[in-house]
C-alpha cells in the first residue's frame, strides 16, 4: 500500500496553496510546485531546487509527488507496448501505448508522427458487458485522480504522447470526479496545456454523469453503442437498462460537435447479430441529426463467450452503407491483439490473483 504520505500528483493551484499555507510556506511556491510538478515531471520533492533545503525538506515529511513506475511491459509486433502500473490501493491496471505512422502520402508521415495512449480509470469495471474481458474481472475499485496521471507521468514514452483516450479499464463515468479532475490538470495552463481536443473519454452512457461530463468537459466522448436495438444491447450491455441508447442520444443532440469537439460510437462487429443491412438502417436514424462518426471495432475473442466476430468483407459493408447515408464511418486498425492489449481484452484479474498469494 502506498498510503504513508500525501500525494501532490493531481493536485490543482488552490490545493497546492493550501498546502504551502498549512506548512507555513510561501505563497508563490504553489506555483513552483506546480511546474514542477506538470512541465518538469520530478520523480521527488528533493528535485525541486528552485524551493529552499529548508521547505523541501518540509514538504517531504507529508507529501510525496506519487510517481510510481510501470511494474511491467509487453511489446506486440505492430509496436505496441502495454503497461502494468500500480496503483495507491496496492493493485494495478493496464495502460496501452499505441504509436502510429501516418500513412505514405499524408503531410508530415514518418514514425513518430501519432502516439495514443489508452489509459484505465478503474480496476475492473460494474458495467460487465458481454464481449469485454474487463466486465468479466469484476469491479475491484476507483483509481485516484493521481493513479490516472501517473499512466501518463511516469509512461517512459510520455513526451511522445499526441493523444490520450480514456478507453481502458473502467467505466470514466463511473469515476467521473477523478476523471475530471485528471483532465483538468492535462489541459490547464498551470497542467499540461494541452488542448482538451487530443482527449477522448469514452462511456456506456452512465445517467446524470454523462450530461454533467458534456457539462464541465470540453473533450470529446465516444459512446459505446455496438447495437442500435434496444433489447440486443441490453443483452450485450446491461447499461443499457440504466440510460438507454436512445436517451443517451437525445442527450447528445442538445451539445454542438459541429465544429472542434467530436463525438463519436464505438461499434463492435458481431458476425451475423448487429452487422446487417437493417442494423445499418436503424444506425441511420438513430444518429440522424447528430454530428457524429461510427468507429467500427473488430471483435477480440475471450474465453466463455460465444460470439462470432464480422469479417472484413461484412465490416466494409456496413462502413460503406453507413458513409454513403452521411454517416461518416471508419474501421479501426486493430492493435497490440498478441498480447492481449487490443480493445476490450485488458484485465488485471491474473495479477490481483497473483499479488494475493
Request: glycine letters at 8%.
Amino acid at each position: 500500500m502506498y498510503d504513508e504520505k500525501k500525494v501532490l500528483l493531481g493536485m490543482q493551484p488552490g490545493e497546492l496553496q493550501q498546502v504551502v499555507t498549512e506548512l507555513g510556506m510561501p505563497k508563490f511556491t504553489a506555483a513552483q510546485i506546480a511546474k514542477w510538478l506538470y512541465q518538469q515531471h520530478v520523480g521527488s520533492i528533493a528535485d525541486m531546487t528552485n524551493l529552499s533545503k529548508a521547505n523541501r525538506e518540509k514538504l517531504a515529511e507529508q507529501y510525496e509527488v506519487g510517481s510510481m513506475a510501470p511494474i511491467d511491459c509487453q511489446r506486440s509486433v505492430d509496436g505496441t507496448i502495454k503497461y502494468l502500473f500500480p496503483t495507491r490501493s496496492g493493485k494495478f491496471v493496464e495502460t496501452v501505448y499505441i504509436p502510429e505512422r501516418r500513412r505514405v502520402g499524408e503531410q508530415g508521415s514518418g514514425i513518430g508522427d501519432r502516439a495514443t495512449l489508452c489509459v484505465s480509470c478503474q480496476v475492473g469495471c460494474k458495467m460487465n458487458c458481454l464481449f469485454c474481458q474487463t466486465g468479466k474481472q469484476g469491479f475491484e475499485g476507483s483509481l485516484t485522480a493521481a493513479d490516472i496521471l501517473n499512466q501518463i507521468y511516469a509512461l517512459p514514452e510520455r513526451d511522445t504522447l499526441t493523444n490520450i483516450v480514456f478507453m481502458g479499464q473502467g467505466e470514466p463515468m463511473d469515476n467521473l470526479d477523478a476523471i475530471l479532475q485528471a483532465t483538468q490538470v492535462l489541459t490547464a495552463d498551470w497542467g499540461y496545456a494541452w488542448s482538451p481536443r487530443r482527449i477522448t473519454v469514452s462511456s456506456v452512457g452512465v445517467k446524470n454523469k454523462l450530461k454533467r461530463f458534456l457539462d464541465e468537459s470540453e473533450c470529446h466522448v465516444a459512446i459505446s453503442m455496438h447495437s442500435p436495438l434496444p433489447e440486443q444491447r441490453q443483452m450485450l450491455m446491461p447499461a443499457e437498462k440504466q440510460m438507454s441508447i436512445t436517451e443517451v442520444i437525445d442527450l447528445l443532440k442538445q451539445y454542438d460537435f459541429s465544429h472542434q469537439r467530436r463525438c463519436s460510437f464505438e461499434y463492435i462487429c458481431f458476425a451475423g447479430l448487429n452487422d446487417t443491412t437493417m442494423h445499418a438502417r436503424e444506425i441511420v436514424k438513430l444518429v440522424r441529426g447528430l454530428d457524429c462518426r461510427v468507429n467500427l471495432i473488430r471483435f477480440h475473442e475471450i474465453p466463455g463467450v460465444d460470439l462470432p466476430g464480422a469479417d472484413e468483407k461484412r465490416m466494409e459493408a456496413l462502413r460503406d452503407y453507413l458513409t454513403a447515408h452521411g454517416v461518416f464511418t471508419t474501421i479501426r486498425a486493430s492493435r497490440g491483439q498478441d498480447i492481449f492489449a487490443a480493445c476490450g481484452l485488458l484485465s488485471t484479474a491474473k495479477k490481483l490473483s497473483n499479488s494475493k498469494s
